[in-house]
């Protein structure tokens, strides 16, 4: 097959490390078939499943039946987390070591689902067993609850600052660098988002690897939650100028180590609930290139630390075979795409039967124009090719 790249720019594999695909539990959301499907329209070769799914992804049970579907399913490549549970940490070491595993993901805070370890007991139990990445939701839970009960109160929609808590992800950051360091095993710090935890963790970075989310670049509060009320809700939050800066920083000063979506589907009737009182979360999964590649002709970041935190960085964490910026084993798996071409994203592109996204209308510059997986073109000018082939990513021992 010849594709023609006249004018494109071929950047390595493009992966998202942190999306929250619902299978099982919730197919009207979204799928593996119907998520990877979106991954590969917005430009990614690779995408890494979280596992707060209904039954949680837990147990080798569910991990079989997710290595299945995948297998069955998936249009790129998949890999997905193990939930730590206070019950699994004995079983964690063989369940990281299945087909497709790529890390740990703790809920040190709730969120959606029912995964939490919350005693520094079990947790100094998860970071003793096992050599995958552990990545933590690292928000404090004793102010998460305290988060919790404004909602219920009906807080006003003008005091979100209050609401949003910045000491939250602050204490639970710093909680979990202490246990990185008296266990010695490296952390994975998901969806930082503080100007506090961003310049603390400059000196941590011999045991921290840090995540920013696309959206954490790209909204602004208290502008987001006026245009979009619930449907710009997540944890953590979307949060001031002051903080959207020092993200921006800690992408150029070498802080931040990779960049995701936390694509996280909600039903849309749910979100349009009064404020606060819908399920967070947003999609990104789909918007995360376009958004990326924007921010590259703005001229926030090069395009090659786009590709070393969508592409190299993580293929280093979380531990795919690689000689240098190059990920081998991997049999041509690249993203193309038009750093010249403007383009609104809509509502009506998005795959997801969920079917929204906080973007819509939003005009970017640059736009991805082919995915290819293992060598086969999977998406070229919006349109998917082929069937999904299934490929479970294949981690280093
Ligand atoms: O906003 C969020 N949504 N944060 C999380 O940690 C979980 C996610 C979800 O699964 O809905
Ligand atoms: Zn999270
Ligand atoms: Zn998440």
Not at 238 to 247: E, G, K, N, S, V
Not at 261 to 271: E, G, V
Request: net charge negative.
């Amino acid at each position: 097959q010849v594709i023609d790249a006249q004018g494109l720019h071929v950047l390595p594999g493009l992966m998202d490390c942190h999306v929250h695909f619902r299978e099982p539990g919730n197919a009207l959301v979204e799928t593996i078939e119907t998520g990877t499907k979106a991954a590969a329209l917005g430009g990614l070769t690779t995408v890494f499943d979280m596992p707060n799914t209904n039954p949680a992804t837990a147990d080798l049970e569910t991990v079989q039946w997710k290595q299945k579907r995948a297998s069955e399913t998936s249009w790129i490549n998949f890999g997905f987390y193990i939930g730590a549970t206070r019950e699994n940490t004995k079983d964690l070491a063989s369940l990281e070591s299945q087909q497709g595993v790529c890390g740990i993901k703790v809920y040190a805070g709730s969120s959606t689902g029912s995964l939490m370890v919350e005693d520094d007991a079990s947790l100094e139990q998860v970071m003793l067993r096992g050599h995958r990445r552990v990545c933590y939701h690292a928000e404090d839970e004793y102010r998460l609850q305290e988060r919790k009960k404004l909602f219920c109160e009906g807080m006003p929609y003008e005091n979100h600052s209050k609401w949003r808590d910045e000491e939250c992800a602050f204490l639970g950051t710093r909680r979990i660098i202490a246990l990185a360091r008296k266990t010695g095993r490296p952390a994975h710090i998901l969806h930082t988002t503080t100007q506090e935890e961003l310049e603390w963790l400059v000196d941590h970075k011999d045991i921290a690897t840090v995540e920013v989310l696309a959206n954490h670049l790209t909204q602004i509060g208290p502008e987001c939650y006026e245009r979009l009320g619930g449907f710009a809700v997540m944890n953590p939050p979307i949060r001031d100028q002051r903080h959207y800066d020092a993200c921006w920083e800690a992408i150029r000063n070498g802080v931040v180590d990779v960049v995701s979506s936390d694509h996280a589907p909600h039903d849309p009737t749910l979100k349009a609930k009064p404020w606060l009182c819908c399920p967070s979360g947003m999609l990104g999964v789909q918007t995360i290139v376009p958004l990326m590649l924007n921010h590259v002709n703005e001229g926030r970041l090069s395009l090659s630390r786009l590709a070393d935190v969508m592409a190299a960085n993580p293929a280093r964490i979380y531990g795919m075979p690689t000689k240098g910026r190059i990920q081998v084993g991997y049999d041509a798996d690249f993203t193309l795409v038009d750093m010249g071409k403007q383009r609104r994203i809509t509502n009506d592109w998005i795959a997801s039967p969920a079917g929204w996204t906080p973007y819509d209308q939003v005009k970017v510059k640059g736009w991805p124009m082919v995915t290819i997986v293992k060598g086969c073109v999977v998406m070229q000018n919006d349109e998917m090719l082929g069937t999904p082939k299934g490929q479970l990513v294949n981690f280093l021992p």
